[in-house]
Each structure stands twice: as C-alpha cells, then as structure tokens.
C-alpha cells in the first residue's frame, strides 16, 4: 500500500510544490488539495505548507483559517489524521485552534531567510518518529513572523506534556519563547514547525536531507494504523 498525503494550496502559497516532491521522494503519493474544495480526496494525512496565503491580510493565516478545505481538515484532525504545519501551515493551524498560541513579528522585526538547527525533542509525534531523540538536524529558516508566542500556562503545559517538538539549540533566531520552533498537538498528531523540512531532501539542493525524517515518519505511522 502506498501512503496518500494531500498538501494544500491556497492563493499565495508558495512551498506546495516542494512540500509534494518530498512526499514523493520519501515514497508516498502526493496529492493535491485546493483551498476552496473541502474534499480531502481520501487521503491519509495532510501537509499545510508555507508561503502566503491570501498575502498574510489581517494577519498570516487568519483569512486561510476560514477556507472551505480547512474545516475538513480539522475534522479530520479531530479523528486522528496527521497533519503538519510548515512555516504559514503553522501559522494557519494556530489561527484554527489545533494547535496553541500564535506567531508573531520575529524580534528585530526583520524576515530571516538562512539555514538553522533544530533539535528533535520529542520523536514519538506522527512525524517525528524516524528521528533520534535529542538529534539536531539542519534545516532552512524562511519568515518574518516566527516568534512563538503563547500565555506562560500554555508554555507550562506544552513543556509538561512533552509537546515541544523542535526548539533552536544555538541561537533563537526569532525571539521564540523557550526557544521553540515547532510544536505539536496533544494526541502528536498534528505538527507545526517554522523551518522547512520540504527545503531539506538532498544535499544537491538543500543544506541536508534532514527534513525527509517527517515525511517518512508519517508514511510509518500511516502504514501502522491500515
Ligand atoms: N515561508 C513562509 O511560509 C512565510 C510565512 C509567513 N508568511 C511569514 O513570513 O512568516
């Protein structure tokens, strides 16, 4: 059986494209999901990828929130469908209430465009499994709102709990509280991280493969639960 992963385009996204070649590579079929349609086509998870959707009106992700796909795909979300959020995706999946707190303006208010790294913390999420724990690994940084922000009882909890799943070990490029880059729902199934792992599948083209440990991740979980 062969893994069906939707990614999601809605207007401005940038990263779809990228996002279903690293589907591809890790061995799952990719498929496409458009913003307007809330047919999820029967996929087996689902990528909300980055770029700017609706050109970050009102705020990144606050307008995409309300596309017809998302209602799906929280609904899907709630049954256990693994979703990951990457960069706006995590942005989007903050504005529809699947994941905790927000993002931000970065600290230095300027966009930050270069590779960082990341350490796993967590690799028992739906994504996160084929990593090591404690593993950092090099993946490209690419936002003007990244900085993390939550209330200090939500920052409890996703310490409490495990929750976060990527934080910046060398320097916090971002100003994100604990250092955060990505973090995940309670049942570790739905992901969202700032970095780009779909930037990171080759050597040739990134600067590592590093990010390809989500996606054949998930193709893992997938697989299990058939
Ligand atoms: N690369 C991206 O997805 C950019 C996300 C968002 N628009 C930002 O600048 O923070």
Known sequence: MTARIGVITFPGTLDDVDAARAVRLAGAEPVSLWHGDADLKGVDAVIVPGGFSYGDYLRAGAIARFASVMGSVVDA??????????CNGFQVL???GLLPGALTRNEG????CRDEWLRVENNTTAWTT??????????PLKSGEGRYVASQEVL???EGEGRIVFTYPERNPN???????????????????????EHATEALTGPSDDG???????????LASV
């Open 175 to 197: 100003g994100s509280a604990l250092d955060i880059a990505g973090i995940c729902s309670e049942n570790g199934r739905v992901v969202g991280l700032m970095p780009h792992p």
């Open 94 to 96: 903050c504005e529809a």
């Open 130 to 139: 084929r990593f090591e724990r404690g593993a950092e690994i090099l993946i």
């Open 212 to 222: 390809l440990g989500l996606f054949y991740s998930v193709i893992d979980s997938v």
């Open 156 to 158: 409890e909890v996703l």
């Open 109 to 112: 208010l300027h966009f930050i």
């Open 77 to 86: 979300a709630f049954k256990g469908m693994p979703v990951l959020g990457i």
